[in-house]
């Protein structure tokens, strides 16, 4: 019987070597990536049934990732492991599509339990998750309505790395675009959110969880 596909992304090396160690013999590791850009290409390269990612990584987090590749159509199911406990957390990964959202800290067989749900086809939440509003949400289907669809999954990646403090130039590398765009795209992100500084724009991208802190 064929092995469903894993992909896992985490910049952290010691916890996808665990990662690697707990699931390889139930599943097939197709990668491993550590941060939301390479998850994304990963994604659209390699086609993995299910996603195991972090919440917090560089370049572009897990949660702005799997909106995009919600976006995408891709068909990929992502579960979240993750060591943030917060509620506001869990609700934008689920409204950005998530099919599961595990805690670290939790037991080993949760997060291949969260594994088998998304593979059926259901969406998995960690037990001291499960408040009467997450299972509201989980029973809705309700659409992503964070605020920052305002922006374009470009601006994003740009609103990241200014929280991360590189500099246009760097972003321009990083993105392939030229320094003169990363700051268009800045100065229209200040126009449409109604801030007036990059350091309000890092605020706002603390705010919605786009960096961790």
């Known amino acids: 019987m064929k092995k469903p596909r894993i992909l896992l992304a985490d910049d952290h090396k010691i916890m ?14 197709v990668g491993t990536v550590s941060d939301g850009r390479e998850m994304i290409e990963a994604c659209r390269r390699l086609h993995p049934d299910v996603v195991v990612a972090d919440v917090s990584m560089p370049l572009l987090n897990g949660i702005d990732a799997a909106r995009i590749l919600r976006d995408d159509g891709s068909r990929s199911r992502i579960v979240f492991l993750t060591m943030h406990p917060d509620l506001s957390y869990a609700t934008r990964a689920l409204e950005a599509g998530a099919a599961g959202y595990v805690l670290k800290h939790a037991a080993s067989d949760e997060l291949v339990a969260a594994i088998h749900e998304a593979l059926a086809g259901r969406t998995y939440l960690s037990p001291g998750l499960q408040t009467p509003a997450m299972l509201e949400l989980l029973a809705s289907g309700k659409p992503q309505t964070r605020e920052t669809l305002r922006l374009t999954a470009r601006q994003i990646e740009v609103l990241q790395l200014l929280a991360e403090g590189r500099s246009a130039k760097e972003i321009g590398a990083i993105l392939n675009i030229s320094a003169r765009t990363v700051e268009f795209h800045k100065y229209k992100m200040m126009d449409d959110l109604g801030v007036h500084s990059s350091a309000e724009l890092v605020q706002y991208a603390i705010r919605h969880g786009l960096v961790s802190v």
Request: net charge negative; hydrophobic share 45%.
């Open 16 to 29: 996808l070597e665990g990662l690697r160690g707990l699931l390889s013999d139930e599943f097939e590791l």
